[in-house]
Structure formats: structure tokens, C-alpha cells
């Protein structure tokens, strides 16, 4: 019996959430496994109403799950950072979540923004250091509002959550059935000291693969790459800003933010699974929004689980409803939210 939290969260997580936890009705009555779910009401609303945003003891419940299903954070009447500081990057740092995983892949039947581009050249994995970086919010400010102030926001890289996370890359590529081949997206003709340390641990861990390519990119050659040669990528590990910004582009190249999924991952622990767009408020209650994304977070869920049968179900299901829909863009797929949902889960 799984236990999942299942945070619904802001805008449309909570319609997104509710067509993925249909999926996964579905795969479990179909491969006989059963799991029980507890609903968290984290999110703006909440703390627009009680100014409550991630109480301590809720957080330390989210540690004795098996895995948990977010929608979104984000509300537009709360000051930018509270809520995605306060709920979204705090479980990342508190449960340890040190793999933030993002999948690209196009598939069949997705319009694709490239040029000639088609599936069998975008399939690829990005893996995020989750844990570190400029996101640790080290640093500080002097003299602020005035002319003389200063702000400095440190980027902090440790041997050990590099080293990781560049394991972690190499375990993946191995497993997949591509190029046998990892990346490393960095900038160390300019970072000499953090992406020193990146590139020295990376070519050390590569030793220890002598089946994976290792190969180097700085993160502005990957942007052109990711656009102009896509196929070149297997598995791509970088720093926690430079994947946030990339896994962005890598979102587009997919089809968009309705089809981007992603897994907050620890190894070891408990993990967190999200569609990586935003809550969306202005489709708000609309039906419009396309879930695919969040069913695709529960599919890499399954996936974590160990529950690979299902999840490779979840995929191919996600895959034949795709060729059904006219488009993965909000409002312009043809069907409502719910009727994707139930495409899929009628698929499964
Ligand atoms: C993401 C998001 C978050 C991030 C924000 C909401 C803090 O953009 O998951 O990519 O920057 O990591
Ligand atoms: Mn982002």
C-alpha cells in the first residue's frame, strides 16, 4: 500500500492533480496495486486565509510518505517568493530532494517549435542539482533603497552535492537505451571556482563509467545546441539556476508546459512529483488546461515507486490520446481538461 500526499496547491494544480490521480486509478486497478492518498491544502489560498504556509510538523509528515504529488504553487495575490520559498523550495531542501529530473521528449504527434525537429531527435534528460546554487539564499543586503546598496547572492556548490548529483547522471545514462552519454552544462571559463569544481569532479566520476561518454557544454552553447542540435543530448547535469533556466527551453522544445513533467527526487527517501508549469490562474476553473503534464509527473512517480509496468502504461496511454488532440496548448486541445484526463485513464 503506497502512501501519496497529494498537494493540489494553486490555480490549476488542483484540476491538473484531479485528472492525474484519475490515471492512477486507473493503473492501479489494472496492475493491482493499491495506495492511499492524504490531500494537503498548501498553497496561497490557504495562506491568504490563515497566513499559514508550510507548518513544521506538516513537513515533517511529507517524510514518512512513499511519494508525493504536487500541483502547483503560485497565487497572484501573494508577494512573489513566499509561497515558492516557503512550500516548493523548502520541501526540495528539507526532505533532501537533491535530483530535480526533467524529462524532454517530443512525442509523435506534438507540434514542435524546431524546424525539421521530430521525435527521434528530442529525447533527452536534464538533471538538476535541487539542493544547492544561488537557490540556498546565501547572501545578503547593506545599505538597501539607498544609492550605496549592496546585494550579493552567493552560489554555493559542495563536493558532496555535486558528486551526487553527477552519480545520479551517470546511473541514468547507463540505464537508458541512447547514447551512453552524459553532459555536463556549466560555465567554467567564467566560474573558475564553483564549475571548477564541477568539471574536476565530473571527469573524476567519469573514470568510474568507462561505458558513458562524458562530454562538456558551457550553458549558453547549450541553449543553441538544445534548439539547433537537440539530438546530440542524452542526459544533460547542471547547476540547480542553470537547470531551472534550461529545462525551460527544454519544456518548449516538447511541446510546452502542458506536457512537462518533472520529479523532485531523493534516492534514498521520499519524492516529490510536479508538472513543472506554473498554477496558470488566468485558465483558473476553465476545463482548458491541459493535464498531461501532471499525468506525466505520475507516471514518473510510478516509475519511482517501482512500478515500471504501470508507468510505461501511463506513457504509451499518454502517447495514443496525444495523436487524438489537436493541440497540447491550453484551451486548443480539442477537449476539456477532464476529457484528456479520461482518455488516458480509459487508455491505461
Ligand atoms: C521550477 C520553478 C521554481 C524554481 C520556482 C517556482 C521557485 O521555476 O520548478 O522550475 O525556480 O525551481
Ligand atoms: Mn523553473
Redesign the pocket.
Known amino acids: 500500500m503506497y502512501k501519496i500526499a497529494v498537494i493540489p496547491g494553486d490555480g490549476t494544480g488542483p484540476e491538473v492533480v484531479q485528472e492525474g490521480l484519475k490515471v492512477l486509478r486507473a493503473a492501479g486497478t489494472k496492475f493491482n496495486f493499491e495506495y492511499e492518498c492524504t490531500e494537503y491544502d498548501f498553497g496561497g489560498a490557504r495562506y491568504l486565509r490563515t497566513g499559514d504556509i508550510l507548518p513544521d510538523e506538516a513537513l515533517n509528515e511529507l517524510r514518512h510518505f512513499d511519494a508525493i504529488y504536487l500541483g502547483a504553487?503560485?497565487h497572484p495575490d501573494c508577494p512573489p517568493g513566499v509561497l515558492?520559498k516557503g512550500i516548493?523550495?523548502r520541501v526540495r531542501f528539507e526532505l533532501d530532494l537533491y535530483i530535480n529530473l526533467r524529462p524532454v521528449k517530443l512525442y509523435p504527434g506534438v507540434e514542435c517549435p524546431l524546424k525539421n525537429k521530430e521525435p527521434e531527435h528530442i529525447d533527452f534528460v536534464v538533471v538538476r542539482e535541487n539542493t544547492e546554487d544561488l537557490y540556498v539564499g546565501a547572501g545578503g543586503v547593506y545599505q538597501k533603497g539607498t544609492p550605496n546598496e549592496v546585494a550579493v547572492q552567493e552560489s554555493i556548490n559542495t563536493r558532496r552535492g555535486v558528486e551526487r548529483c553527477i552519480r545520479y547522471a551517470f546511473d541514468l545514462a547507463r540505464s537508458r537505451n541512447k547514447d551512453k552519454k552524459v553532459t555536463l552544462c556549466a560555465k567554467t571559463n567564467v566560474l573558475t571556482y564553483a564549475h571548477d569544481l564541477w568539471q574536476r569532479v565530473f571527469y573524476e566520476v567519469a573514470k568510474e563509467y568507462s561505458d558513458i561518454t562524458a562530454d562538456y557544454a558551457h550553458v549558453d552553447a547549450t541553449c543553441m545546441w538544445m534548439v539547433k542540435n537537440p539530438e546530440w543530448f542524452d542526459v544533460i547535469v547542471t547547476t540547480n539556476m542553470f537547470g531551472?533556466i534550461i529545462?525551460d527551453l527544454g519544456a518548449i522544445i516538447q511541446g510546452g508546459m502542458g506536457v512537462a513533467a518533472g520529479g523532485n527526487i531523493n534516492p534514498s527517501g521520499v519524492s516529490m512529483f510536479e508538472p513543472?508549469g506554473g498554477s496558470a490562474p488566468k485558465y483558473t476553473g476553465q476545463n482548458v488546461i491541459n493535464p498531461i503534464a501532471a499525468i506525466g509527473a505520475v507516471q514518473m512517480m510510478l516509475a519511482q515507486l517501482g512500478e515500471q509496468t504501470a508507468a510505461t502504461a501511463v506513457e504509451r496511454a499518454i502517447m495514443t490520446t496525444i495523436l487524438k488532440m489537436k493541440s497540447m496548448d491550453a484551451g486548443k486541445m480539442g477537449y476539456g481538461t477532464d476529457a484528456v484526463g479520461s482518455l488516458i485513464a480509459e487508455a491505461v
Open positions: 504553487i503560485g515558492e516548493l523550495l531551472d529545462t513543472i
